[in-house]
């Protein structure tokens, strides 16, 4: 019981596999993920700064580091599963933040529920902090899925997984995500450029898609 269970516990995300259930080339634990996208949101903030952007460091770090925390109960779902519409993963939110409560009653002592309940919280939002999170954890959908790719990996849910990592990117309004697609993308497309699969296409439609649901 008590901060010994939580720690302890941080090993399961070592044994999560993201993106089960399909052949891949690389396997990525949910602790791995982890990682990158507090890499990638740091990166992404300090862009924003540079902008004139305002940022909360703690409550980035915060959410970024635990926002995948409560795949310890309910494991990585398939991303088409998960968003297969609103309702669905809005009910699947509801079990994670719900088996994260009991465990923070359970195992949590009461002087640090309130703390634990802020940082294991859901931290996508409408808060630069929570853009930020967004974008960088899509950024590591990207690049699992073109790793994949770029070895010639036929499974359609890495298409599927990069499309719309990409379309969800570009949907967020943030200087972050212009210099991505303007600095990094480009670089990303040129490197596979000689992948088996045509990921300039995969690319360029994705994008072309975004578009048109924003003028939509």
């Not at 634990?29 to 902008?51: C, F, G, R």
Request: hydrophobic residues 40%; negative net charge; charged residues 30%.
């Amino acid at each position: 019981m008590g901060l010994h269970t939580y720690f302890r516990s941080l090993n399961d995300l070592e044994r999560i596999i993201r993106c089960p259930g399909k052949f891949k080339f690389e396997e990525h634990s949910v602790s791995a993920h982890s990682w990158k996208v507090v890499q990638y949101a740091k990166t992404l903030a300090d862009i924003e700064e540079m902008q004139g952007a305002a940022i909360n460091w703690k409550k980035l770090y915060e959410i970024t580091s635990s926002h995948d925390y409560g795949e310890i109960f309910i494991g990585d779902i398939k991303t088409p599963v998960k968003h297969y519409s609103a309702e669905l993963r809005s009910l699947l939110q509801q079990v994670e933040e719900g088996m994260v409560d009991h465990f923070i009653d359970e195992n949590i002592p009461a002087e640090l529920q309130t703390i634990f309940r802020r940082q294991l919280r859901e931290g996508k939002d409408g808060s630069i902090e929570g853009l930020i999170l967004e974008v960088a954890d899509k950024m590591d959908q990207v690049y699992e899925a073109f790793a994949e790719l770029q070895r010639g990996n036929t499974e359609k849910e890495f298409v599927i997984m990069y499309r719309q990592a990409l379309v969800k990117i570009k949907g967020v309004r943030l200087h972050c995500v212009t210099y991505f697609l303007e600095q990094i993308l480009p670089d990303l497309v040129r490197e596979g450029a000689r992948a088996p699969i045509d990921i300039r296409q995969i690319t360029e439609e994705a994008l072309a898609y975004s578009d048109r649901v924003r003028e939509g």
